[in-house]
């Protein structure tokens, strides 16, 4: 038994969310049926990632072929630190998100195929965390990008489908930008295999070919990140969907876009040469800067969130731009961190919104002495995210911005530090309007948040405290991903000697 | 041989990306259509066109023959067919719901994500 679980370690957190997922929709007329069989799923899936990353952390890359096919011809997947990390903050993220889902998803919402749908965006996004082949990531991103958009329409009001139809659009032409690349990749290395690619295309002589696979691969991760010039679809659809569903795309979707990017610029292109880095920089520097100008005039709380998310891929960005072993490890920590934060300011809006009615910061107001346990979750995420010590966005900000120093590129160092003051600003106006003030309606009633919406708050914002007080273990976990990540040769070596390494003794 | 196909996918590709910044839903849509296939056919180039033999492995043989036709271009294609396909039937239902409901497929006319929320709302108080 032991030695099966090791052999199909890598599959558990995909099987499990779409088992469920199946499960679900089986049981589609039957709402409460749904409910318990999601989160016992969820449970399942957070145990088989941390299975997987206790794995990872004690015997290094794990990996699996399917079907049995030799390493370069059938699909590989492979986890290493940094895509077992992910898993595992994407599944805790998930069962944060399903145990709020019992007080906020209506009767409508699961009629209309929430949880099925959200386990389907489940197996997509661990599929694209842990899949070792180029084309098999296209396939996740496809399976992720169909998910989303149900996910999106879930109420099919006109906002809805206004934003989904922007959504889809622009989501579809990055995905078609993605094809072109994998299909000009494979015309000059003839694989596929992202641990075979890493070995031929260091041999590979440039070509016209290669270069315009690299910005390809470039653009269309850049619109699924939500970068400077392309992150338009973000802000015009986000806020449209139900608080819990913007919560889940907020956490997981750009990161994965971020975590493509980190993986093909480091395994298969090299960022210092062909020009790549002075390109990511400037995404890097106008991705902060833009996202955090445009959330300075809004207010809708969904809105300014939805432009932070940009802003803050910017700070992930920075770390590649910089491509020191110090600076990716800086943004490994990042994206944890963001994960968490990010997707609990979110949850702290949809608590919001059940007390107050509604996401207008102009129409808010009276939290505080209403309801000040939810102030006080509220300042975790919101002083963590505009990078106060000692939270956790603090350390990531410092370990960011230290490399910017230390590399040859200060000045975007300098511009992080700049909008990091302008995030506390968006921070500070939530926590004046929402919290401070007094309800500008003076009739309305302050409703009461149920526990089920403060427990998720809670516990991710204790996540965050953990990190804050005790950072040491999550740096040094990032300062060896980001080693392992960087270093193509042990990435070959894990793959095409996966007999070994599985433990699948023969 | 190669460049009559480039030729011919350059082509495609200009027509979806003109008919991709058209206002016009319908046209936005078969754009993506045509942006699409002419990824397929892109990936079927790369991939080396050229006139072989199918590939299949003859009885009493172990191996292909030489000179026969990759077949992972195809089934590469194949797989982006379908996902295309199941993507695009996906934004024609949507299309045709937000035609429905909005009353329009003109994007300019598409304004309600835009007004949920807008900072320059002039119904919310102003701070109170």
């Not at chain 1, 318990?36 to 794995?55: I, P, R």
């Not at chain 1, 910061?361 to 963590?384: I, Q, Y």
């Not at chain 2, 497929?105 to 807008?118: I, K, P």
């Amino acid at each position: 038994m032991p030695e099966f679980m090791n052999d199909t370690m890598l599959l558990w957190p995909l099987a499990v969310p779409l088992a469920t997922a199946a499960l679900c929709a089986a049981a589609w007329a039957y709402p409460r049926a749904q409910k318990v069989a999601s989160l016992a799923g969820l449970v399942l899936t957070l145990a088989a990632s941390l299975l997987l990353l206790e794995a990872v952390m004690s015997q290094g890359i794990v990996t699996k072929q399917f079907g049995g096919w030799a390493p370069p011809f059938g699909i590989s997947f492979v986890a290493d630190r940094f895509g077992a990390a992910m898993v595992v903050i994407a599944s805790v993220l998930a069962l944060a998100a399903g145990i709020f889902a019992i007080a906020d998803v209506r009767r409508r919402q699961v009629k209309a195929g929430f949880y099925p749908l959200f386990q389907g965006l489940m197996v997509g996004v661990n599929g694209a965390f842990l899949t070792g082949d180029i084309f098999n990531l296209y396939v996740w991103f496809e399976v992720m990008l169909i998910a989303t958009l149900g996910l999106i329409t879930l109420d099919r009001t006109r906002a809805q489908l206004d934003g989904a139809i922007k959504y889809a659009v622009l989501n579809l032409f990055s995905t078609i930008l993605f094809l072109m690349a994998i299909g000009l990749l494979y015309g000059v290395t003839g694989t596929l295999n992202m641990a075979d690619l890493a070995r031929v295309l260091p041999q590979t002589e440039g070509s016209v070919a290669l270069t315009v696979s690299a910005m390809l691969f470039l653009l269309a991760f850049g619109i699924k990140a939500g970068f400077f010039p392309l992150f338009f679809w973000l802000p015009a659809s986000y806020h449209t969907a139900t608080i819990i569903v913007s919560a889940v795309f907020a956490g997981l979707l750009t990161k994965v876009g971020v975590y493509a990017c980190f993986r093909v610029f480091t395994l298969l292109f090299e960022v210092n040469d062909g020009g790549i880095r002075p390109i990511v920089a400037f995404f890097a520097a106008g991705t902060m800067l833009f996202g955090v100008f445009g959330a300075a005039i809004q207010w809708d709380i969904r809105r300014i969130l939805s432009f932070h998310i940009i802003s803050q891929i910017g700070y992930i960005m920075l770390g590649l731009a910089i491509a020191t072993p110090l600076a990716m490890a800086g943004a490994v920590f990042y994206i944890i961190h963001h994960i968490v934060v990010k997707a609990n300011l979110f949850f702290v809006a949809g608590a919001i919104h059940r007390a107050t009615g509604t996401y207008d910061l102009r129409k808010a107001g009276g939290l505080m002495k209403a309801s000040p346990l939810l102030a006080v979750l509220f300042l975790v995420p919101a002083l963590s995210l505009a990078g106060i010590p000692p939270l956790s966005g603090f350390w990531a900000k410092f370990m960011v911005i230290d490399a910017s120093f230390r590399g040859d590129m200060a000045w975007i160092g300098a511009l992080a530090l700049f909008v990091g003051l302008l995030t506390v600003f968006s921070m500070s106006k939530i926590w004046i309007e929402a919290f401070w003030k007094t309800s500008p309606r003076k009739a309305v009633r302050v409703r009461a948040v149920p526990v089920a919406m403060l427990v998720p708050i809670a516990a991710l914002g204790a996540i965050t405290l953990a990190i804050g007080f005790n950072p040491e273990p999550l740096v040094a976990f990032a300062n060896v991903a980001a080693d392992t990540m960087t270093d193509r040769a042990q990435f070959i070596a894990a793959v095409f000697a996966e007999r070994q390494i599985a433990g699948a003794t023969p | 041989m190669n460049l009559v196909y480039a030729f011919a996918i350059a082509a495609q590709m200009g027509c979806g990306v003109y008919l991709l910044l058209s206002r016009h839903g319908m046209r936005i849509l078969i754009g993506i259509v045509l942006l699409s296939t002419a990824t397929n056919l892109l990936i079927f180039v790369a991939g080396g066109l050229r006139f072989t033999a199918p590939p299949v492995i003859e009885p009493g043989l172990e191996v292909l023959a030489a000179e026969t036709a990759n077949a992972l271009p195809q089934a590469l294609i194949l797989t982006a067919i379908v996902i295309g396909f199941a993507l695009v039937s996906f934004a024609a239902a949507l299309m045709l719901k937000t035609y429905r409901s909005v009353g329009s497929v003109l994007t300019s006319d598409h304004a309600d994500a835009e007004a949920l929320g807008s900072p320059f709302d002039r119904e919310a108080p102003r701070n109170a």
